[in-house]
């Protein structure tokens, strides 16, 4: 698939077929994630891959987590960044973010399904809490996404656009 159709055509899946992701595919999204573009090319990101039930459950029973799929998926992917490998930490977030999006057409290009997983906000800081805790990580490594990961086990709907002339400006607002 070239990449204009995958970034078309990339939509959120939340129901997945009971069929595990390759190594040599979640290679591929790792790779496609560290060729994203990095302040001062500081790479900051750290992929966490888990397929245990376990981990999963821990992070979609948290009473606050809405996004129960994640125990379905096959493989769930914790996006991070190291902060001691940023040389300006203001760009961690953007950083990783940028490496996500790589992810997510990679895998539509590849035939997989992902879901973007963001549910961070300052209102619910215990689902943050609960992820740390699931992936054991040390205090230097933030986590910024969530991704789920499979092989769709439904046809998901045309992504309906606002009119191009609603967000594009030319020269000023």
Known sequence: MDAIKAIKTRRSIRKYKDKKVPSKLVKELILAGMHAPSSFNSQPWIFITTTKKETKNAIAEHKSQKSQF??????????????????????????????????????????????????????????????????????????????????PDIKPNEKELRPISDVWRRDVY
């Open 70 to 151: 994640i125990k379905d998926a096959p493989l769930l992917m914790a996006c991070c960044y190291d902060i001691n490998k940023s040389k300006e930490s203001a760009h961690n977030i953007e950083n990783v973010a940028v490496a996500v999006e790589n992810i997510l057409i990679a895998a539509n290009a590849l035939g997989l399904g992902t879901c973007y997983i963001g549910a961070f906000a300052s209102k619910y800081p215990e689902i943050e809490k609960s992820i740390i805790k699931a992936f054991k990580l040390p205090k230097h490594i933030n986590v910024v996404a969530l991704i789920t990961i499979g092989y």
